[in-house]
């Protein structure tokens, strides 16, 4: 039987394209998981990021509020802002990379109270939700949205699970 389409039209089809597999053990990119090589963390670890939300929420992630505005935002919504930045190639200090060093933001780093932090809001300075290279996020009180004046833990919990500090370090080891 002949095809009733005419040659011209059946000449330009493309050949059929049979799909490739990725083969066993083979990832995305087609290498095994012996040859891949992993991404450095760009952000705070997951159990960075949760200590900060349950912080926000006062002992409840599924609470937290953003720690500027006060609205509430939950275990999924917002962001974990970097109070003082980690730069283009990292950081050495150990600090940057803990909950003392993060807020919980409302908005994208576009958008809302994270976007004026990322945009260096000098109102967002003034109320520790950013601070310049070279600061100890440790020693810079924050101003919540509730206008209470706080200092935030290391490890996320502080000595009364709260996250906060009412002073510095050195004030309330002293």
């Not at 349950?54 to 935002?73: H, K, N, V």
């Not at 810079?140 to 502080?158: C, E, I, K, N, T």
Request: charged share 20%.
């Amino acid at each position: 039987m002949t095809d009733p389409r005419p040659r011209a039209w059946n000449s330009t089809l493309p050949a059929p394209v049979k799909p490739m597999g990725r083969g066993k053990g083979l990832g995305a990119k087609g290498k095994s998981a012996a040859t891949r090589r992993t991404r450095p963390e760009t952000g705070f670890s997951r159990a960075v990021k949760l200590a900060v939300r349950t912080r926000a929420g006062s002992g409840d992630p599924d609470q937290a509020r953003c720690e500027c505005c006060g609205i509430w935002l939950g275990r999924y919504g917002g962001q974990v802002q970097h109070i003082v930045a980690r730069g283009m190639g990292g950081t050495s200090n150990p600090v940057l990379s803990t909950a003392a060093n993060g807020a919980l933001l409302a908005g994208t780093a576009q958008s809302g109270c994270h976007g004026l932090a990322e945009s260096r809001d000098l109102g967002m300075k003034r109320k520790g939700f950013w601070l310049p290279q070279g600061t100890d996020p440790r020693m810079v009180p924050m101003v919540l949205w509730s206008g209470r004046r706080v200092y935030r833990a290391v490890d996320g919990l502080g000595p009364d699970g709260t996250g906060y500090l009412t002073g510095a370090p050195q004030e309330v080891a002293a």
